[in-house]
């Protein structure tokens, strides 16, 4: 089988969502210029890219109609050149890189992109409907709660304190600040343009440095008050009826925060890369995608991480730097919990807590993320991973060629 | 068409007054649709004929379908393959549907003038129709769906219309909670058109026709129709079906299959045109009928409990009686709420108590419930005065010269009952009879004390009085025939339902909660952590699980009744392993129950605040530490339902009690045994007894003697019996 490289990777700075400087820029130029980003940096002759997987999480509106061809369209690409959308929830970004990865790894593409994007400012979550949450033929028969409810079920079952979860999210603050202090973000920053081709922004601008454990503390609950007035509590203890009462930890602070964003990865055949005189950066050793119990739903990471491990032929220990989306503190507590993974090699420049989470993009930006960081430290060996919606996990290990 | 008049007036709109002969209330029957589909061909094919007004003859519109003849004919369609079953059934079941959506789609308007109650099929047949107009001046004519609480679904359209005229909100607590609403709710939601007083409602009816502003046609066959308050993928219609899930899992715990389709009717059918939402009905209660859930609920929550409630168990010598005034001693709580219910059912209280001042403070815990039921809206200031009034608290026994029955609710000691049954009987008329509401004392030993203990019985309530509705009838070894008809005059005239069970210790439901509560204190003795106790109980379909109940009677209470029972059977008395949970909980942390605010849970003194498991449960865990691996809730689920069904078999072998419908309706309603198994012993029918004594002696083995199977079920299980094959006096009914 043909082995699957990277060849570049570059993301968006992400825009909040209230008041947020990408608000004005549509999803379509958000994908857009990543792709003439990939592009240009590598003096790409685009006719060698086969396909653009873009991930995206409610595919309508302006997003909808395979926001990937139109990107790809849009973007100035080969004819040739064809495009599609796909979701898996937060992990549809690298879901997109690892079936490119895998169109490469059998020989359909020699060169593939996996993207993603998402404008949560323009398109709210939950645009898209969805049997899950509303048929009662999911929602009731299979015990389905929002993913709030479900990260405090992470947090109660397994022992994460408010205490935990907020010094997290103080440490992920703490990191993003740092790592854009010092400029490590800096390889794959492809800043924003606006209309007339000007700079609109060129940093994460959802982060809060030099928050502390009292700001965090003094926040309220994000998920009580609608479990109290629906029931989500309820229909959580009748799946895990050994626990009394939900720990109601998890708040805005502690949580991902909702901005714009987009990313994509250039992945291609040692050929390739030849042929278009590219270097490669890092080989992809192994990837899987599971499901998982869809009621705590945010728990796929253990399992995934197990199950990409076994494929690469290794251990835990042999993951020399990890990042897992930010989704919520106890999601990345439960991974370090389960895998004894030290702080100082998980998230190592923060995360979603701080920086926000554009749920189409995000896997793929935590790729890139990784391989940088594997890049500035010299470090062999990455794992980069997410929890996602319905109960699932995604996962990619990657290794420096 | 024996069950509609027809008339038709000089305009050409047809009266049709439904008005089925030799009953009291208009039910739907097969012959009722038959006639209504004579109706509808006449009012769409004769051009004499401009529109229809609908309308009863009874006082109530229409009650709804006939339950007893639904699923009639499953017997006969059990014997064939299982798709053609399922379709031939789906036509039956889609008959009422076929048949309301001609009436609506007949091409001429059509009203109803709903002159009294309409429920279920009696408010389906107004909602098909295109107008509807109540009575401003009749505080019975009310609308509601209350198929689910028997555990069927509205089978005639109604979880298609009503969410079509009032959306998911609204309908909601309609469809899956029962609510009756009366006209002005239903105007102010839309649901009718006008009300006006019942003078004038067929003519208001008529004009409704005439004027025809729907062109009848129904809103939602009209292009413009939106689904009010938005459908299932509209923003703010997403809003609520998202909630209704979880909303109703929470109260459900997903045991009643009913409510749980209606939802899915609701969601799927709103989504299509009325033609293919009430196919999906028709599937969905095509679906209800294969489960078992809808039967058991039909046959005890509605039929069995109807036939107690009218005195069914009056023995055939007697004939029914009038009770109006009731002799009360002992106004403590349990006395003080059995005169509650006895005036608001126009009997005349006399409430002894020792003292004027217990007297009266009996009283006053009326006064107060009537002053709750001013405050809600339910009752008048005037009535709750009349209610009041009718109670007189003394201590002069002479005013119980005139009274038709007496219940003593004293103490729990036979001294002083014997003393008062004395002084009871010095005064009362010889045709009284004589109740005693003890819960643990013998009647037989009780009746020693009376001078007439063929009028001598046991009339056991359950606290508190006024919530709960069973009353257990005890007959003593002499307790005569018409003791038996008196106590049940009593206890239905206060609308509470009668079973008739033999003079043992805890009697019936009570002998039976004991098994609940303590195979939920085994449990905890056994290393299960508290929580998963309580939640799985809750899961097989239990109103409280069994730490709760036991904080609720009082665990001071428990340890007094372990005495008392050790003292009264000496050696014989075999103590249970989890006492010592009960005797360190009481003597040596005092925590006696929610009565001190501390028992299995911390209660908070912050109002609206949860109460918790006490965290230092673990101790009576072996070795002080829940065990490691925790069973399964639906282990729990089984050992939970299994003890208490199997005391309930025990019971029906003792011949404690002897009629299913008495020991099935008494563990729903005495301590609301899991409602959607149809009670204790459908349960162990509807499992099969041979599955059941399989799963019974799994369950000995690993637990314990509270699972030993009787020998009467053994003998059903190679048999192949049932309860109701076996006992059942109405056995069609299984």
């Known amino acids: 089988m043909t082995e699957a490289y990277i060849y570049d990777a570059v993301r968006t700075p992400r825009g909040k969502k209230k008041n947020g400087a990408l608000n004005a820029i549509t999803a379509l130029q958000l994908a857009t210029q990543q792709l003439q980003a990939i592009r240009d940096r590598n003096g790409l002759d685009t006719a060698l890219v086969d396909d653009v997987i873009m991930g995206c999480v409610s595919p309508v509106g302006e997003q909808g109609a395979d926001i990937a061809r139109s990107a790809v369209i849009n973007a100035g690409y080969a004819e040739s050149t064809a495009g599609f959308q796909v979701n898996r929830f937060c992990a549809s970004g690298l879901e997109a890189v690892n079936l490119a990865a895998a169109k490469v790894m059998c020989g359909e593409a020699d060169f593939a992109i996996g993207s993603g994007v998402e404008s949560m400012s323009r398109v709210p979550m939950g645009s898209d409907g969805g049997a899950m949450g509303v048929d009662p033929e999911m929602s009731f028969d299979h015990y389905i709660v929002p993913q709030g409810i479900s990260a405090d079920l992470i947090a109660t079952k397994h022992g994460f304190s408010r205490d935990d979860v907020d010094a997290y999210a103080m440490e992920s603050q703490r990191r993003s600040a740092q790592a854009w202090k010092e400029g490590r973000f800096k390889k794959s920053i492809v800043p924003v343009k606006d209309q007339l081709g000007l700079t609109i922004l060129d940093h994460d601008e959802h982060m809060r440095p030099g928050t502390d454990m009292q700001a965090l503390g003094s926040l309220k609950s994000a998920f009580k008050d609608m479990s109290d007035f629906v029931g989500f509590e309820a229909v959580a203890l009748q799946r895990y009826p050994d626990i009394e009462y939900l720990n109601w930890v998890h708040t805005g602070g502690n949580s991902s925060g909702i901005v714009d964003g987009s990313s994509a990865v250039l992945i291609g055949s040692k050929e390739a890369g030849l042929k278009a005189g590219l270097k490669p950066r890092a080989r992809i050793r192994s990837m899987a995608s599971i499901g998982s119990e869809p009621t705590i739903m945010l728990t796929g990471p253990v399992a995934v991480t197990a199950k990409a491990l076994k494929k690469a032929g290794m251990s835990s220990k042999d993951i020399d730097l990890w990042e897992l989306n930010e989704a919520f503190a106890a999601v990345v507590l439960r991974l370090m919990q389960a895998y004894e993974i030290p702080h100082d090699i998980m998230n190592v420049n923060g995360g979603s807590i701080a920086m926000g989470h554009p749920l189409g993009a995000t896997g793929a930006m935590i790729l890139g993320t990784l391989l940088d960081e594997m890049e500035r430290t010299d470090k062999e060996t990455g794992l980069a991973t997410l929890c996602v919606g319905g109960g699932m996990g995604t996962a990619t290990i990657i290794e420096r060629v | 068409m024996k069950n509609f008049t027809f008339e038709i007036d000089s305009d050409g709109i047809a009266l049709i007054t439904f008005d089925s002969p030799g009953k009291s209330m208009n039910v739907i029957s097969a012959d009722v649709m038959a006639d209504f589909d004579t109706l509808t061909a006449k009012i769409s094919s004769d051009d004499s004929v401009k529109g229809a007004v609908i309308t009863s003859g009874k006082d109530a519109f229409c009650a709804g379908a006939d339950l007893s003849?639904?699923?009639?004919?499953?017997?006969?369609?059990?014997?064939?393959?299982?798709?053609?079953?399922?379709?031939?059934?789906?036509?039956?079941?889609?008959?009422?549907?076929?048949?309301?959506?001609?009436?609506?789609?007949?091409?001429?308007?059509?009203?109803?003038?709903?002159?009294?109650?309409?429920?279920?099929?009696?408010?389906?047949?107004?909602?098909?129709?295109?107008?509807?107009?109540?009575?401003?001046?009749?505080?019975?004519?009310?609308?509601?769906?209350?198929?689910?609480?028997?555990?069927?679904?509205?089978?005639?359209?109604?979880?298609?219309?009503?969410?079509?005229?009032?959306?998911?909100?609204?309908?909601?607590?309609?469809?899956?909670?029962?609510?009756?609403?009366?006209?002005?709710?239903?105007?102010?939601?839309?649901?009718?058109?006008?009300?006006?007083?019942?003078?004038?409602?067929?003519?208001?009816?008529?004009?409704?026709?005439k004027e025809n502003k729907l062109e009848s046609k129904q809103p939602w066959d009209a292009d413009k129709f939106r689904f009010p308050g938005g459908g299932p993928y509209h923003p703010a219609g997403a809003q609520m079906f998202g909630a209704a899930s979880p909303m109703l899992r929470k109260t459900t715990y997903g045991n009643y299959p009913a409510q749980r389709y209606i939802l899915s009717c609701v969601y799927e059918g709103s989504q299509v045109s009325m033609d293919e939402a009430i196919k999906i009905e028709s599937r969905y209660f095509t679906k209800l009928m294969l489960r078992p859930e809808s039967r058991n609920m039909i046959r005890s929550i509605f039929l069995s409990k109807q036939a107690l409630d009218k005195g069914g168990r009056r023995p055939a010598s007697q004939s029914k009686g009038e009770i109006k005034k009731v002799g009360v001693i002992g106004a403590g709580f349990m006395g003080a709420g059995i005169a509650t219910v006895s005036v608001q059912a126009g009997i005349e209280i006399v409430l002894i108590d020792a003292t004027q001042e217990g007297a009266e403070k009996g009283k006053q815990h009326a006064m107060d419930h009537f002053a709750g039921g001013v405050k809600r809206g339910k009752l008048s200031q005037e009535k709750a005065d009349k209610l009041a009034g009718m109670i007189t608290p003394t201590t002069d026994y002479n005013l119980l010269k005139d009274v038709d029955l007496v219940v003593e609710a004293v103490f729990e000691n036979s001294e002083l009952k014997h003393k008062i049954t004395k002084m009871a009987e010095d005064v009362i008329p010889e045709g009284a009879v004589f109740g005693s509401n003890t819960s643990s004392i013998p009647i037989t030993s009780l009746a020693t004390a009376s001078k007439r203990p063929d009028q001598y019985i046991g009339i056991h309530f359950f606290s508190p009085v006024e919530k709960m509705n069973l009353v257990e009838i005890i007959m003593g070894e002499k307790t005569g025939d018409y003791a038996l008809s008196r106590a049940i005059d009593f206890v239905t005239k206060i609308k509470k339902t009668p079973i008739v069970v033999a003079d043992t210790r805890g009697f019936y439901a009570n002998r039976c909660v004991m098994r609940f509560i303590g195979e939920g204190m085994n449990m905890l003795a056994e290393g299960i952590k508290p929580a998963l106790i309580e939640n799985a109980t809750r899961m097989a379909g239990m109103p409280v699980g069994p730490l709760s109940l036991q904080d609720e009677v009082a665990l001071d209470l428990g340890v007094k009744l372990i005495k008392q029972t050790k003292a009264d059977l000496g050696a014989d008395y075999k103590p249970s392993p989890t006492e010592p949970i009960l005797f360190k909980m009481v003597e040596e942390y005092e925590r006696f129950g929610r009565k001190n605010a501390k028992g299995f849970y911390d209660y908070p003194a912050e109002k609206g605040q949860p109460k918790r498991l006490w965290p230092e449960l673990e101790q009576f865990a072996p070795g002080g530490k829940y065990a490691e691996e925790q069973p399964s809730a639906d282990e729990i689920k089984d050992r939970i339902l299994y003890t208490q069904a199997l005391e309930a078999a025990r019971c029906m072998e003792e011949g404690i009690v002897q009629d299913p419908r008495e020991a099935d309706v008494g563990s729903i309603l005495g301590w609301g045994f899991a409602p959607y198994t149809g009670g204790a012993l459908s349960f162990i029918d509807t499992v099969g007894a041979a599955a059941f004594v399989k799963r019974a002696d799994e369950l000995a083995k690993a637990y314990g003697d509270q699972f030993a199977v009787p020998a009467l079920l053994r003998e059903m299980a190679k048999k192949g019996e049932t309860f109701y094959g076996r006992f059942g006096k109405e056995s069609a009914a299984a």
């Not at chain 2, 309301?100 to 009203?111: D, I, S, Y």
């Not at chain 2, 047949?125 to 009310?142: E, G, Q």
């Not at chain 2, 079509?164 to 102010?188: C, F, H, S």
């Open chain 2, 69 to 209: 003849e639904l699923g009639g004919s499953a017997a006969e369609l059990a014997k064939l393959p299982e798709d053609e079953m399922k379709a031939k059934l789906f036509e039956q079941c889609f008959r009422l549907n076929r048949t309301f959506r001609a009436l609506e789609t007949c091409g001429k308007p059509v009203a109803a003038a709903i002159n009294g109650l309409a429920l279920g099929g009696g408010f389906e047949i107004a909602l098909a129709c295109h107008y509807r107009v109540m009575p401003s001046d009749n505080s019975k004519a009310k609308l509601g769906l209350p198929e689910a609480m028997v555990g069927v679904l509205p089978g005639g359209g109604g979880t298609q219309r009503l969410p079509r005229l009032v959306g998911l909100m609204n309908a909601a607590p309609i469809l899956l909670q029962g609510k009756q609403i009366d006209a002005n709710t239903a105007l102010a939601q839309g649901i009718v058109h006008a009300v006006v007083p019942m003078a004038e409602l067929v003519a208001k009816a008529k004009e409704l026709v």
